[in-house]
C-alpha cells in the first residue's frame, strides 16, 4: 500500500518535441510519469525556434492532471531542459524574443567572433549552436528595455519563482561560465553588450526561492514548495540513470552515439568537443560520436532490426572491421570532417552485415570512453545503457564482449525522473540547513 503521507518530489523535463514530469518520493519510488507533446520548432534551414509561453501552457495542462493529494505533497521542484537553448526576457520575465533551441545554428558570424577574440572562451561555449553565440546574435535585435539571457529550464524555474534572472551552473556551461573558477570570465564579459544580462549561477540542487504564492494558488501548490536550480535534460538523463561514482559511466544510444563518464578530474578539449559538467562534488565528462541508430537506419528500417537482433550470434564475431556513419564526418573519438563511413565489404548475409554494424558502432563506443581516459577523465568501472539501442539484447551482448565492462539497467529511464531526484536532494540539504 502507497504510504500518502510521505513527501512529494516534482521533476520537470523539457525536450525538444514533448514536456514530461515525474513525482518521486523519500524512497525514490515514482508516484507517476505525465508526458504531453509540445508544438515542432519553427524557423527552417538552419533555424529552429520556439514560444516560451508554449511551453508554460503545456506545463499547466501537465500539472493541472494531477490529483489534488498529489499536489498537496510536493515539498520541492526542479526543471531541466535542452542545453544552449537560449532566449532573452525582461526584467520581469516576459519573453523578448523566441526562444533559439539547442539546433539553432544561424549565429554563424557571431560563433567566428568567439573564436577570433580568445583561446580562453571555454570550448562548451564556442560554436554557432552555443548559447554564448546565441546571445551575441540577440542582442544585435535592438532591445531597448533591460532583459536577462535565460536558457529553456531557467525562464520556466525563474517563472515558477516569481524571481527572474537566475540559472545553474550546468546550463550556463555553454553560455561561457566556468565551472572551475566559479565565475563569468573576463573573455566572456567583453563579448556581451549588456553583461548585466548574464544570469545569476546557482549550482544545481541549491535553492532559488519558494515558488511564487500566485502560482501556488493557481495551481493548487503549497506555498512552502521549494523551487531547486536543475540541470540541463541531457545531465538529468544521466542523473535518472543512477551514475553517481567516480568511473560510473552512461552511454546513450540514440540516433548518435554519446558517452559520458563521472570523473574526479574534469576534461576539456576543443578538437573533440568535449566539456565537463559540475556534477555532486564531480564532474561528468562527455564526448558524441555521429554513429549510432542514425548509421544502422541506412542500411535497415526499424522493423528488419529488430527482427535481425534475433537471429545474430554475438559469440562468433564476424571479423569485419567497420565504421559506421550516417554521412561524412565525424567528432569523437576521432575528428575528422571528411572521415567516411566504412561498411564494405558487406557479406551476403543480412544477419551478419547487422552484427558487424554493431560491432562498428560497438568499437567506436570503446574507442571514445578510451579517448576521455587519455585525456585525464577517471577511467570506466561500470556503464549503464539509456535509450532506444538500450533494450537491444543482442547488442548490449556484443558491446559487453568488446568492452569487457560492466553493463547496468538504468534506475530510470526518464530525465523527469532525474530532476525529481535532484529536487529531493535540493530540499534534503535546504532542511539540514534550516
Not at 515558488?211 to 506555498?223: G, N, Q, R
Request: aromatic fraction near 8%; charge should be neutral; proline fraction near 6%.
Amino acid at each position: 500500500m502507497l504510504d500518502t503521507s510521505q513527501p512529494l518530489y516534482l521533476g520537470i523535463d523539457f525536450g525538444t518535441s514533448g514536456c514530461r514530469i515525474a513525482l518521486i518520493d523519500d524512497n525514490g519510488l515514482n508516484h507517476g510519469l505525465y508526458k504531453a507533446s509540445l508544438l515542432p520548432s519553427t524557423g527552417g534551414s538552419n533555424r529552429a525556434e520556439q514560444n516560451p509561453l508554449d511551453w508554460w501552457h503545456t506545463l499547466k495542462t501537465l500539472i493541472d492532471k494531477l490529483d489534488i493529494g498529489l499536489k498537496q505533497r510536493i515539498k520541492a521542484i526542479a526543471v531541466d531542459g535542452t542545453s544552449s537553448s537560449l532566449l532573452l526576457a525582461d526584467k520581469l520575465g516576459n519573453p523578448l524574443t523566441p526562444c533559439l533551441m539547442y539546433n539553432d545554428q544561424r549565429a554563424l558570424s557571431e560563433a567566428q567572433s568567439i573564436i577570433s577574440s580568445s583561446h580562453a572562451i571555454p570550448s562548451a561555449a564556442k560554436g554557432p549552436s552555443s548559447a554564448l553565440a546565441k546571445l551575441l546574435y540577440l542582442e544585435k535585435q535592438d532591445i531597448k528595455e533591460p532583459f536577462y539571457a535565460l536558457h529553456q529550464a531557467d525562464w520556466i524555474s525563474n517563472k515558477l519563482a516569481g524571481k527572474f534572472g537566475y540559472s545553474d551552473s550546468n546550463n550556463c556551461l555553454k553560455l561561457g561560465y566556468d565551472p572551475q573558477t566559479q565565475c563569468w570570465p573576463e573573455e566572456v564579459i567583453r563579448l556581451i553588450d549588456q553583461p548585466s544580462c548574464l544570469p545569476k549561477v546557482v549550482s544545481p540542487s541549491n535553492v532559488i526561492s519558494h515558488i511564487d504564492p500566485a502560482i501556488s494558488d493557481a495551481w493548487s501548490l503549497p506555498k512552502e514548495t521549494l523551487i531547486i536550480a536543475g540541470m540541463t535534460d541531457s545531465i538529468a538523463a544521466s542523473f535518472a540513470a543512477g551514475a553517481k561514482h567516480p568511473g560510473d559511466a552512461v552511454t546513450s544510444l540514440g540516433s548518435t552515439l554519446v558517452v559520458k563518464v563521472v570523473s574526479t578530474k574534469a576534461v576539456s578539449s576543443d578538437e573533440y568537443g568535449i566539456y565537463s559538467h559540475p556534477y555532486n562534488g564531480n564532474w561528468l565528462v562527455g564526448g558524441a560520436s555521429n554513429t549510432g541508430g542514425a548509421a544502422l537506419l541506412k542500411h535497415f528500417n526499424l522493423e528488419q532490426i529488430k527482427q535481425l537482433s534475433q537471429t545474430i550470434d554475438p559469440e562468433h564475431e564476424t571479423g569485419l572491421d567497420y565504421y559506421p556513419l550516417p554521412a561524412v564526418g565525424e567528432r569523437f573519438p576521432f575528428s575528422d570532417s571528411a572521415k567516411k563511413s566504412k561498411t564494405l565489404p558487406r557479406p551476403d548475409s543480412d544477419a551478419e552485415y547487422f552484427q558487424a554494424l554493431l560491432e562498428g558502432i560497438s568499437n567506436i563506443e570503446k574507442l571514445a570512453y578510451e579517448r576521455l581516459t587519455e585525456l585525464g577523465a577517471t577511467p570506466v568501472k561500470r556503464i549503464i545503457s539509456i535509450g532506444g539501442g538500450s533494450n537491444n539484447t543482442a547488442w548490449q551482448n556484443i558491446r559487453e564482449r568488446r568492452l569487457q565492462s560492466p553493463m547496468s539497467a538504468p534506475l530510470y529511464q526518464e530525465a523527469a525522473c532525474g530532476s525529481a531526484l535532484l529536487a529531493r536532494e535540493g530540499y534534503s540539504k535546504y532542511r539540514k540547513l534550516s
